[in-house]
C-alpha cells in the first residue's frame, strides 16, 4: 500500500517571506513523488515531479522540492511566496510511471500581502 | 490536442437519479484514471484503464458505480441511484504507459439534492 501525509491543513506566510509545506509518504520500492496544486473550482495543476536523479527538483512558478530518503518526505519550497501562490496544494506518489497516484490530504497556503 | 476534457463541468440531480459524465483524455494517452474529491480532501483513486480494459478498481467504487472505456478512448462514469454522499468533483486524468505526465481535466462537480 502506498501513502502520503500532510501535516499542516494550512500554512499562512507574508509576501516575500519563504513558504514551505511539507510532505512524507511511504511506498514499496521506488518513490516517484508529485506536487500538484488546486485553484477554486478547478483541476489539479502539476508542479513538479521527482524520478531520479538530484534530490532537489526545480518546477513551475519558482517552486522547488527536496527529496528525502532517509525521512521520506518531499517537502515542496518556495523562496519568496506570491499572494497569487493562495491555493491548495497537494503531494502525491506513485510506484511507477503509468501508476495511479495516491495523494495526501492537501495543505492550503495562505500568503498575505 | 487541448488536454483532458470533462463535460459537464457541473451537475445537480436528485437523490435516486443516474448520471453519467464522460472524459476525453489526451488523444495519444493509453491510460485513463477516475479520481473523486470531496471538498477540501485529496483526490481519492477510483478506478482506471489501459487502453479499454479496466486495469484497478478501488473498494470506494460501490456497485452502484460503473466506468467504461468501450474503444480506448473516451470514457464514461455512471453512478446508479445516486446519493447526497456522491456529493463530489469526479476527476479524470490520463497518462502513458510507463510514463510520469499526468495531465488532469478540470473535473465535474455533482451536487446530489
Known amino acids: 500500500a502506498q501513502s502520503v501525509a500532510q501535516p499542516e491543513d494550512q500554512v499562512n506566510v507574508a509576501e516575500g517571506n519563504p513558504l514551505t509545506v511539507k510532505c512524507t509518504y511511504s511506498v514499496s520500492g521506488n518513490p516517484y513523488l508529485f506536487w500538484y496544486v488546486q485553484y477554486p473550482n478547478r483541476g489539479l495543476q502539476f508542479l513538479l515531479k521527482?524520478?531520479?536523479?538530484?534530490?532537489l527538483v526545480k518546477g513551475s512558478y519558482g517552486f522547488e522540492a527536496e527529496f528525502n530518503k532517509s525521512q521520506t518526505s518531499f517537502h515542496l519550497k518556495k523562496p519568496s511566496a506570491l499572494v497569487s501562490d493562495s491555493a491548495l496544494y497537494f503531494c502525491?506518489?506513485?510506484?511507477?510511471?503509468?501508476?495511479?497516484?495516491?495523494f495526501g490530504g492537501g495543505t492550503r497556503v495562505l500568503v498575505k500581502p | 490536442d487541448t488536454g483532458v476534457s470533462q463535460d459537464p463541468r457541473h451537475k445537480i440531480t436528485k437523490r435516486g437519479q443516474n448520471v453519467t459524465f464522460r472524459c476525453d483524455p489526451i488523444?495519444?494517452?493509453?491510460?485513463l484514471y477516475w479520481y473523486r474529491q470531496t471538498l477540501g480532501q485529496g483526490p481519492e483513486f477510483l478506478t482506471y484503464?489501459?487502453?479499454?480494459?479496466?486495469?484497478?478498481k478501488s473498494r470506494l467504487l460501490s456497485d452502484r458505480f460503473s466506468a467504461e472505456r468501450p474503444k480506448g478512448s473516451f470514457s464514461t462514469l455512471e453512478i446508479q441511484r445516486t446519493e447526497q454522499g456522491d456529493s463530489a468533483m469526479y476527476l479524470c486524468a490520463s497518462s502513458l504507459e510507463d510514463h510520469y505526465g499526468y495531465t488532469f481535466g478540470s473535473g465535474t462537480r455533482l451536487t446530489v439534492v
Open positions: 484503464f489501459q487502453n479499454e480494459a479496466q486495469l484497478e
Open positions: 521527482y524520478i531520479t536523479g538530484d534530490n
Open positions: 488523444s495519444e494517452h493509453n491510460r
Open positions: 502525491a506518489v506513485s510506484r511507477g510511471g503509468g501508476n495511479k497516484l495516491t
